[in-house]
């Protein structure tokens, strides 16, 4: 606990000397704070994110979500795929453990997306990558 | 830039092909070298409102059509109609199925966001008839 409280002070102090910048996170980092699994797009584990938010809802990722955003979701379905491609996002992580079928992988790829799959919850994957510094996008 | 114009069917209950027409339209944007924050607004409500169509109506088509002012989407179902526009409107209400809901739709949030992503929008509805939603994007120079 005091282990987790001192790595958000130490982001928010980064947040204060960054201008309130958020800070970018590598692709090839967030796999490693959720020890995920690439499904597809290896080649883009260099790439960075600004922002992370966490949905099961197509609905909130379409009305709120706009660039470099990585999107947690329990949902598996091909309309994560177009959700994600009408959003521009390019990065999903599939959280406890779940894996789309071959044909929703493939639709990723065709869109040159990266796909995870983590065991970790919606809620403990978020809480890794927020206290790792990655905040969630600005609701405004 | 010439006007153009792209018709797509979109049917009903097909979650597996829904997206498709949306797809194609921001593809085709991109291509005409739009501007990528336009794309986006444009490729979000043109999914809202073909999911719409899949969830909804007995299926319908989805109309692109581009000049040199503006990017203008036309999404036309067969049916039923909404019987108050009124309450569609209002964000949070929806009549969408249990299966709609968890494939992660049916939030309610649908036409105000097609509003929101657009600068003209209008929804024309008979019940028993059907419905047409209008959206238009303005385009100036250089976009």
Redesign the interface.
């Known amino acids: 606990m005091i282990q987790n409280v001192n790595k958000l002070e130490m982001k928010y102090m980064v947040m204060k000397y960054t201008n309130g910048r958020a800070q970018t996170m590598k692709l090839c980092e967030i796999k490693d704070i959720l020890k995920a699994e690439v499904l597809c797009g290896d080649e883009f584990l260099e790439n960075e994110v600004s922002y992370a938010f966490g949905s099961d809802l197509m609905s909130d990722v379409l009305a709120y979500v706009k660039g470099r955003t990585i999107l947690l979701t329990g949902l598996i379905n091909s309309q994560v795929i177009r959700t994600a491609e009408m959003a521009d996002l390019t990065a999903i992580v599939f959280v406890r453990g779940k894996r789309p079928e071959n044909d929703i992988v493939n639709l990723a790829k065709q869109n040159n997306m990266i796909l995870f799959t983590t065991k970790d919850s919606m809620y403990t994957a978020s809480g890794k990558l927020f206290c790792n510094g990655l905040e969630g996008i600005n609701l405004d | 830039m010439e006007f153009m114009k792209y018709t797509f069917d979109v049917e009903k209950d097909d979650?597996?092909r829904?997206?498709e027409a949306?797809?194609n339209i921001?593809r085709t944007l991109r291509e005409l070298g739009i501007d990528?924050a336009i794309v986006?607004r444009i490729?979000?409500a043109?999914?809202?409102a073909e999911?719409n169509i899949v969830i909804h109506s007995v299926g319908g088509q989805v109309e692109l059509e581009i000049d040199p002012n503006s990017i203008k989407v036309t999404a036309r179902d067969r049916g039923p109609g909404i019987p108050n526009i009124e309450l569609a409107m209002q964000e949070g209400y929806s009549t969408a199925s249990e299966k709609v809901r968890e494939?992660?739709?049916?939030?309610?949030?649908?036409l105000?966001?097609m509003k929101?992503c657009t600068d003209r929008f209008t929804v024309e509805s008979v019940y028993g008839e059907g419905t047409t939603i209008t959206m238009e994007i303005l385009l100036k120079a250089g976009d």
């Open positions: 979650f597996v829904a997206g949306s797809s921001k990528s986006r490729a979000i043109t999914y809202e999911m494939m992660g739709f049916g939030a309610g949030m649908g105000p966001n929101k």
